[in-house]
């Protein structure tokens, strides 16, 4: 079983739609969850976090994390074309140098 | 800004080079991490440092090794380039304690 798991996609979705993205994690010791954003051709950068049950706001990106069902997700609201990406869930069990588990990501078109 | 940089964008080496890479951060951060990524599999943690002259295995540590002897500097060697490690390597680095992870450009190596 991988350590996280995103469904690949891909997820098309038209402007100005919620796009919904999926995580889970199979290590019930998992303490920090993050959420980043590739384009193609670059690296990984950083859009959310969130340590503790509930939903978290960050203009329109909410991450939701839910510990008892070990299940992370990102909702985009008002989807833009350079929303357009592939989003990796990523999960930190806290251990020294804070080591991340990935998922494959999960690709998103936002069709305009 | 944090900036994280990587000595080559594109690499071709041929089997059984050594091959270096290098990576550089500006934040004086303490952790440093060297990824692979490839498609389907995506990003997979192959050592990492949480110090000078410190170095931990990841998940992938075989036919890698790595060097980190001033804070902002962390190469990762392969000591006889083979095929299977044409790949997209990462690097990254965060503060102790802090699990922000902020990537650099990436190399694209590819083994002949």
């Known amino acids: 079983q991988k350590e996280v798991e995103q469904n690949s996609g891909p997820l098309s979705v038209p402007e100005g739609a919620i796009a919904s993205l999926n995580c889970t994690y199979s290590?019930?010791?998992?303490?920090?969850f993050f959420w980043y954003r590739q384009y193609s051709g670059k690296s990984p950068e950083l859009i959310m976090s969130?340590?503790?049950?509930g939903d978290k706001e960050d203009g329109r990106f909410t991450a939701q994390l839910n510990k008892a069902s070990q299940y992370v997700s990102l909702l985009i609201r008002d989807s833009q074309p350079s929303d357009s990406a592939t989003y990796l869930c990523a999960v930190s069990r806290k251990l020294t140098g804070n080591q991340f588990y990935f998922g494959t990501g999960t690709s998103l078109t936002v069709i305009p | 800004d944090v900036k994280v940089t990587q000595s080559s964008r594109y690499l071709v080496k041929r089997t059984g080079e050594k091959v270096f890479l290098e990576c550089v951060q500006d934040?004086?951060?303490?952790?440093m991490f060297w990824y692979r990524q490839d498609p389907g599999l995506g990003l997979r943690l192959i050592y990492f440092s949480y110090d000078v002259k410190m170095k931990e295995k990841g998940d992938i540590p075989e036919g890698y090794s790595v060097s980190r002897e001033k804070k902002e500097r962390f190469s990762l060697i392969l000591e006889s380039a083979s095929t299977n490690q044409t790949s997209m390597y990462l690097c990254?680095?965060?503060?102790?304690?802090?699990?922000?992870?902020?990537f650099g450009p990436g190399t694209r190596l590819l083994v002949l």
């Open positions: 934040m004086d951060h303490e952790n």
């Open positions: 290590d019930r010791g998992s303490q920090s």
């Open positions: 990254a680095s965060s503060f102790q304690g802090m699990e922000t992870q902020y």
């Open positions: 969130i340590y503790s049950n």
